[in-house]
């Protein structure tokens, strides 16, 4: 029997403040620690451009693509965007569509609040391409949808999200309580998340969206000084335990059981955040320093500012946009990749382009050697 979506149950009336509160204190303070390492990065989009990619494969995982970081920085490196040929291809598509939609979403949010405008403009961006053309991108589903294993019916489903024509009252409801004052704003992003979740407002994306939440309510509160917070690492490696404690809030009425799970995620993932971000700024010094004495050039830290930004690219598209002249472009490369700085993917060939990678960089973003 399908669980069905808790109508009239939000937002929860009563939560188990004294098991949440062991965990409040250590969650605010992780998410600080990280901030502050956030804050002393001078440039957070270009150096922690690959954590922000990673985040999409692995929010893209979670719903089932099959894509690494590798192939999907590989993949716009050869520039063939818009190619949804086979089956990967469209998975990578999705990966870049949810980055480029946490890109717009907090452009958005120079001149909106974090909202259902917001939110509905976001999922365009998200849904764009072959797979997303008929799930009708920025619009709220108007008929029912459920989940469950691939195919089945409304009686075989695990979970009946709201029911359609009700959609717009809870959509309402989530949005004066994504503004309302709460105890505790981590509590509230876990209860905002939930309710998103269990909502299911567009026929597909929603769980890529609900977890971009996350970081957009981080940065819209003042608690992040970017929007650069990755919580996909945490719940695909626990993916069961998330859908788990998602359906019991519907179930069971146990709003408490499952912020109490995400407090235990916003921890762990606040640390690992914040050791990835200081080994990625720590490379970048000691790289800049040492590219400076490599090169013997002024545009040197132009060059590495450039392979940070894009980990994975092809030679030409590295001379022809790093803004620095051709023949110094092509020195550099040759130095850096001499000394051991990049590693060749793909050999040059006749008119085609070397690829190379940024090997340290990626290796730091996947939390393992696999370049």
Not at 13 to 21: A, G, V
Not at 58 to 80: D, K, M, N, Y
Not at 330 to 354: K, M, P
């Given at each position: 029997?399908a669980v069905?979506?808790h109508?009239?149950r939000?937002?929860?009336e009563?939560l188990?403040w004294?098991?949440?509160?062991?965990?409040i204190g250590?969650?605010?303070?992780?998410v600080?620690?990280?901030?502050?390492v956030?804050?002393?990065?001078?440039n957070?989009?270009v150096?922690?451009s690959?954590?922000?990619a990673q985040?999409?494969?692995?929010?893209?995982?979670?719903?089932?693509?099959?894509?690494?970081l590798?192939?999907v920085?590989?993949?716009?490196?050869?520039?063939?965007?818009?190619?949804?040929s086979?089956?990967?291809?469209?998975d990578?598509?999705e990966v870049?569509?949810y980055?480029?939609?946490?890109n717009?979403?907090?452009?958005?949010l120079a001149?909106?609040p974090?909202s259902?405008?917001?939110?509905?403009?976001t999922?365009?961006?998200?849904m764009q391409?072959?797979r997303?053309?008929?799930?009708?991108p920025g619009?709220?589903?108007?008929i029912?949808?459920?989940?469950?294993?691939?195919?089945?019916?409304v009686?075989?489903?695990?979970f009946?999200?709201c029911?359609?024509d009700?959609?717009?009252?809870a959509m309402?409801a989530?949005?004066?309580y994504?503004?309302?004052d709460a105890?505790?704003?981590?509590v509230q992003?876990?209860i905002?998340?939930a309710e998103?979740e269990a909502?299911?407002?567009f026929?597909?994306g929603?769980?890529?969206?609900g977890?971009?939440v996350?970081?957009?309510f981080?940065?819209?509160?003042?608690?992040?000084s970017r929007?650069n917070?990755?919580?996909?690492?945490y719940?695909?490696s626990?993916?069961?335990e998330?859908y788990?404690?998602?359906l019991a809030?519907?179930?069971?009425?146990?709003?408490s059981?499952w912020?109490?799970?995400?407090?235990?995620?916003?921890?762990a993932?606040?640390?690992?955040n914040?050791?990835k971000a200081?080994?990625i700024?720590t490379?970048y010094?000691?790289?800049?320093?040492?590219?400076a004495?490599?090169?013997r050039?002024?545009?040197?830290?132009r060059?590495?500012?450039?392979m940070?930004a894009?980990p994975?690219?092809k030679?030409s598209?590295?001379?022809?946009?790093?803004?620095i002249?051709?023949?110094?472009a092509?020195?550099i490369?040759r130095?850096?990749?001499?000394?051991?700085?990049?590693t060749?993917?793909?050999s040059?060939?006749g008119?085609?382009a070397a690829?190379?990678?940024f090997a340290?960089l990626l290796?730091i973003?996947?939390?393992?050697s696999?370049?």
């Amino acid at each position: 029997m399908a669980v069905q979506y808790h109508q009239g149950r939000f937002p929860p009336e009563n939560l188990d403040w004294p098991r949440l509160l062991p965990l409040i204190g250590p969650a605010n303070a992780a998410v600080a620690r990280y901030e502050g390492v956030l804050h002393g990065i001078s440039n957070p989009n270009v150096l922690l451009s690959p954590l922000t990619a990673q985040e999409a494969v692995l929010s893209s995982r979670i719903e089932g693509t099959q894509a690494t970081l590798g192939e999907v920085l590989e993949f716009e490196a050869q520039g063939e965007l818009f190619d949804e040929s086979t089956p990967k291809k469209a998975d990578i598509r999705e990966v870049l569509n949810y980055r480029a939609a946490l890109n717009e979403a907090t452009r958005l949010l120079a001149e909106l609040p974090l909202s259902q405008r917001l939110i509905r403009q976001t999922h365009g961006v998200l849904m764009q391409g072959v797979r997303g053309r008929n799930k009708d991108p920025g619009e709220y589903r108007r008929i029912a949808n459920w989940i469950g294993p691939g195919g089945c019916s409304v009686d075989e489903a695990r979970f009946v999200p709201c029911a359609a024509d009700k959609l717009p009252q809870a959509m309402d409801a989530w949005e004066q309580y994504l503004h309302a004052d709460a105890p505790d704003k981590l509590v509230q992003l876990a209860i905002v998340h939930a309710e998103f979740e269990a909502i299911h407002p567009f026929l597909d994306g929603n769980g890529r969206l609900g977890r971009l939440v996350v970081p957009l309510f981080l940065y819209a509160n003042g608690l992040l000084s970017r929007p650069n917070f990755y919580l996909s690492d945490y719940l695909e490696s626990r993916r069961e335990e998330y859908y788990e404690r998602l359906l019991a809030v519907s179930r069971d009425d146990d709003w408490s059981g499952w912020v109490a799970f995400f407090l235990k995620a916003l921890i762990a993932q606040a640390e690992a955040n914040q050791t990835k971000a200081q080994a990625i700024h720590t490379l970048y010094r000691d790289r800049k320093d040492w590219i400076a004495q490599v090169t013997r050039s002024q545009y040197g830290v132009r060059a590495l500012d450039w392979m940070f930004a894009r980990p994975i690219f092809k030679t030409s598209d590295f001379v022809e946009t790093a803004d620095i002249p051709r023949p110094t472009a092509n020195r550099i490369l040759r130095l850096v990749r001499d000394e051991g700085l990049l590693t060749e993917l793909q050999s040059a060939s006749g008119r085609r382009a070397a690829i190379l990678a940024f090997a340290e960089l990626l290796n730091i973003a996947e939390g393992r050697s696999v370049f």
